[in-house]
């Protein structure tokens, strides 16, 4: 079992705060991801967390060390970077930016062709993990809930209230016409 550390870090301390953490003995890189917090009023943008684990201890009366550094990413800004700490960060970085969009700044898997495209097929347009995006899936077919009042085989007799609609759920003008 394992407990993480955490630290919350500047943008412009994040590549110091992996570094840091790597020769303090986290060898391990474990993932690198983000949140999208682009709703959040006092400071959208996007969190990067990587995990790293230390792993020198085993599996002990302690467990293994772990840390957790998380980072603010605003809209459109970029991140440092931290290929040059933990090689394995690179997918990680590349699967980020590819579904998120943030950009990674000094990015270098050692292939020279920068961040490019991972999972998506070739031409798909758009950032899926994004709180903003459309999920098509949810356009072309009816949402699998429950009837909504004044729906189905009386709608005379049902009350009518507003419409809840599901996240995702574009809105009615969403699509070719």
């Known amino acids: 079992m394992s407990t993480d550390e955490l630290r919350d870090v500047a943008l412009a301390d994040w590549h110091e705060a992996v570094a840091t953490a790597q020769a303090s003995g986290f060898t ?7 949140v999208d917090r682009t709703y959040d009023e006092a400071a959208p943008g996007y969190d990067l967390v990587l995990r790293a684990l230390d792993v020198s201890h085993g599996a002990g009366t302690h467990g293994i060390r772990a840390v957790r550094i998380t980072t603010r990413v605003p809209e459109g800004a970029d991140a440092p970077s931290v290929t ?12 980020t930016h590819e579904m998120f969009g ?6 270098d898997d050692g292939s020279g062709s ?8 070739e031409g798909f347009a758009g950032t899926p993990l994004r709180k903003s995006f459309v ?12 009837k ?5 085989h009386d709608s005379a007799k049902s009350p009518s209230r507003r419409r809840v609609q599901a996240p995702g759920v574009p809105g009615p003008d969403w699509g070719p016409r």
Do not use: I, N, T
């Open 28 to 34: 391990f890189f474990d993932w690198l991801s983000a």
């Open 84 to 95: 040059d700490v933990y090689a394995g960060a690179a997918w990680h970085e590349r699967e």
């Open 102 to 107: 943030v950009g990674f700044s000094g990015f």
């Open 114 to 121: 920068g961040l490019r495209p991972l999972l998506l097929p």
């Open 135 to 146: 999920l098509a899936a949810r356009a072309s077919k009816q949402w699998p809930g429950g």
């Open 148 to 152: 909504e009042p004044g729906e189905g």
